[in-house]
């Protein structure tokens, strides 16, 4: 078994929905969930929109402050610790964004967007930085030559590879990658998937990767992750998602996924409706409404917690 | 913003273009004011009172026989240290306020943003009128003043724009890379939140003026005989009847003065004005 770089127990995040000086609906965006990282892997985390999977990207990197559990990356308790000690761990710890167009500052040339990890943290002189800056650029498919533009001379796929290349400067271990392809056109899309890919490979990466596109996370993911509603609803290794057996929210997502094929026969889609508020959750299992199966009193009823059925997969359905 | 295409959106606005060199000429105007101006402001010639505009004084003379245009040009002097040193406070302390406020959210945004509504509760001109009378009148007293009771708008202009920049993705990635909240506020809010100070500030240039020459005008501003266009005009007003060109000529500098201001600072909001299209 290898080592587990990351690990939540119990992580919640409610929002108060009127803000802090009046007593309002609470919003439950991420609510108890479980989850490990193991070091190395890529773990991917699908669901719909709204269901709390960029807001449990950033509890993991303590850009958001939990409402109740931890995270402990490599064995800290990420919210427990002094500043300084916080700061340290970043380094280790980098995001990726879904838009390129708003995670570039607007008025930081390249050189000085790649130069801010090194000036933050106080690594190298001058001429290091120099010389580290042009280096990542390459990494990421860029050249020196664009060093003195500014973000918006660039074209989408080319500020995603700026993105990649500020969050590959430290040398991090974990890279959260929120949505890094849905903004891209799908030609950029395999490039930069690509590029991912290579990175791993070159500099041992672990990633979290966080899409809405199961075919997309399928295609690089070690394990996969299942959320609905702020909940983890099914965990387990890619190989098992072409199996049967699956939470029957997965079989919706999994069937959801066009097939390049023009003779199948037109497939209506398996869920009917949006899921449901997340200000008001439904009782017993949140899938329950929109569920084709739910006949039981118990789906109804209580809240189906993740159990193992075989090894290494899990899933929180009370029929499985 | 890139700086070339806001220069070139500026310049085909004719107004603010206007309002731009008229703003740069009341500039060399007050500077070159030693050089300009035909006499000395506050030289009184007792042969010479109440000149209508003639060839020797081409904007008249006052109740002492002093000349107006040359009081006029140096009273520019007053009117443009005052516009931009209390403005310049105004900004300064908005600036602080707001990047507080919207920075850290919660009891600090709170607590500030109150402040802000009681401080617009006063009506300004008669809280800045009652703290002239206690403190003496002096230049000073007025730039601080006006500077201290004119930066409301400012501190909420500086909040809203943090409030939706500090939930922008680049924030929250220098965020994840370490950066200290100094940092994240010089470095990647502030500079980019400043477009909508720079009209407000253009525009408060021309209350701040306006605010000077009334006081002046009651003579709880600059005082005699530092010549200003408020306290000019108060001889205005006592001869009215006899010598319009005492009180038509100061008016008009600070029209001129004030209207160049908001041309100007217009022209500013929609060269940066991303909804209008070159």
């Not at chain 1, 990890?117 to 990421?140: C, F, M, Q, S």
């Amino acid at each position: 078994m290898t080592e587990i770089l990351l690990a939540t127990y119990n992580l919640c995040r409610y929002f108060r929905v009127a803000g802090p000086w009046r007593k309002g609906p609470v919003l439950k965006a991420v609510d108890g969930v479980n989850l490990t990282i193991r070091a190395g892997e890529t773990l991917g985390l699908v669901g719909e929109s709204g269901c709390g999977k960029s807001t449990l990207g950033l509890l993991l990197l303590a850009l958001l402050a939990p409402s109740k559990g931890e995270v402990r990356f490599a064995g800290e308790n990420l919210h427990r610790l002094p500043a300084n000690r916080l700061k340290e761990l970043r380094r280790r710890m980098q995001i990726i964004f879904q838009d390129p167009y708003s995670s570039l500052n607007p008025r930081m040339t390249v050189r000085r967007l790649l130069e801010e990890p090194y000036v933050i943290h106080r690594l190298g002189d001058k001429n290091e930085r120099r010389a580290w800056v042009t280096e990542i650029l390459a990494e990421v498919g860029l050249g020196p030559e664009h060093l003195d533009r500014y973000p918006h001379e660039f074209s989408g796929g080319q500020r995603q590879r700026l993105g990649i290349a500020r969050a590959l400067a430290l040398k991090p271990e974990l890279i959260v990658a929120d949505e890094p392809v849905s903004a891209l056109d799908v030609s950029i899309q395999a490039q930069i998937l690509n590029l991912l890919i290579q990175l791993q490979n070159r500099y041992q990466l672990t990633y979290l990767f966080i899409s809405h596109d199961l075919s997309v996370v399928s295609r690089l993911s070690n394990r996969i992750a299942v959320m609905y509603l702020g909940r983890i609803v099914e965990l387990g290794p890619r190989a098992v998602f072409a199996q049967s057996g699956l939470h029957p929210y997965t079989t919706a997502l999994l069937s959801a996924v066009p097939l390049p094929d023009p003779t199948r026969p037109f497939q209506p889609p398996h869920l009917q409706g949006d899921p449901p508020s997340p200000i008001h959750l439904p009782s017993g299992c949140p899938f329950h409404p929109r569920c084709p199966e739910a006949r039981h009193l118990q789906c109804r009823e209580e809240v189906p917690q993740l159990r193992g059925t075989t090894t290494d997969h899990w899933v929180a359905c009370h029929l499985r | 913003m890139k700086k070339r295409r806001f220069w070139a959106r500026f310049r085909r606005n004719r107004l603010a273009m206007t309002g731009l060199i008229m703003v740069a000429a009341s500039f060399v105007i007050s500077l070159a004011a030693p050089w300009l101006a035909p006499y000395d402001p506050n030289h009184i010639d007792l042969q010479a009172v109440l000149l209508p505009p003639c060839a020797e004084h081409w904007w008249g003379t006052d109740p002492l026989g002093r000349d107006v245009l040359s009081r006029i040009i140096f009273g520019s002097q007053v009117s443009l240290k005052v516009g931009f040193v209390s403005v310049g406070l105004a900004t300064l302390i908005g600036l602080l306020v707001g990047s507080l406020a919207g920075f850290y959210g919660g009891w600090v945004d709170y607590l500030l943003m109150r402040l802000v509504d009681l401080m617009l509760c006063f009506p300004s001109f008669f809280l800045i009128l009652a703290v002239i009378a206690v403190l003496e009148p002096s230049i000073w007293n007025i730039m601080v003043v006006i500077g201290f009771t004119s930066w409301m708008g400012v501190a909420r202009l500086v909040r809203a724009e943090f409030l939706s920049l500090r939930e922008r993705e680049f924030v929250v990635a220098a965020r994840a890379l370490g950066a200290s909240d100094l940092r994240l506020i010089f470095v990647h809010l502030l500079p980019n939140a400043l477009a909508p100070v720079m009209v407000s500030a253009t525009l408060g240039v021309a209350g701040a003026i306006l605010t000077e020459s009334a006081l002046s005008f009651l003579g709880l501003g600059v005082q005699p005989p530092t010549p200003s266009w408020g306290n000019i005009l108060t001889a205005g007003k006592d001869n009215i009847e006899i010598a319009w060109w005492l009180s038509f000529f100061p008016g008009l500098a600070i029209l001129l003065t004030v209207m160049s201001y908001n041309f100007l600072g217009e022209g500013i909001r929609e060269a940066v004005d991303p909804r209008l299209k070159d």
